[in-house]
């Protein structure tokens, strides 16, 4: 402290003034070197609460989920690459006519207003955009 204003020393004879003094400097070291008393830090946690094993456990599910789901579009994906886009499968696929065979007519109308239903469907979706 050094700005601290200091105490006039009392008006006695030069050996008193001299005690008063080192008295005084003794006063000064021992605040200066003064530790605080008060913990300021934080208390120990120990490790079990630090590491959330839990959260941990509920992280490696939720990538282990994705982890199967995309595997399972790769192999999707690879079918119908493999395919050449043939498997079609869903509420949007039309149906298609398989085999050399012509089939019956009652059939082929089916098939007809079925191809005509799913191609509005499709010109319904790219006019309307992305349904969110």
Sequence with gaps: ????????????????RRAWEDAYRAHRRRVQDAQPLVDTCAPWTP???????KKLKL????????????????????SIMRHRGQATAGPT???TV???????RAAVSFL?????????????SVTQGPRF
């Design 112 to 124: 007809s207003r079925q191809r005509a239903r799913c191609q509005r469907n499709a010109l319904s």
């Design 59 to 78: 992280e490696q599910d939720r990538l282990s989920a994705i982890d199967r789901d995309n595997r399972l579009l790769l192999q999707r994906v690879s």
């Design 1 to 16: 402290m050094r700005g601290a204003p200091r105490p006039t020393p009392p008006r006695a004879p030069a050996g008193l």
């Design 47 to 53: 490790s079990h609460l630090h590491l959330k094993l």
């Design 98 to 104: 398989a085999g050399p065979q012509p089939p019956a």
């Design 93 to 95: 696929a039309c149906p």
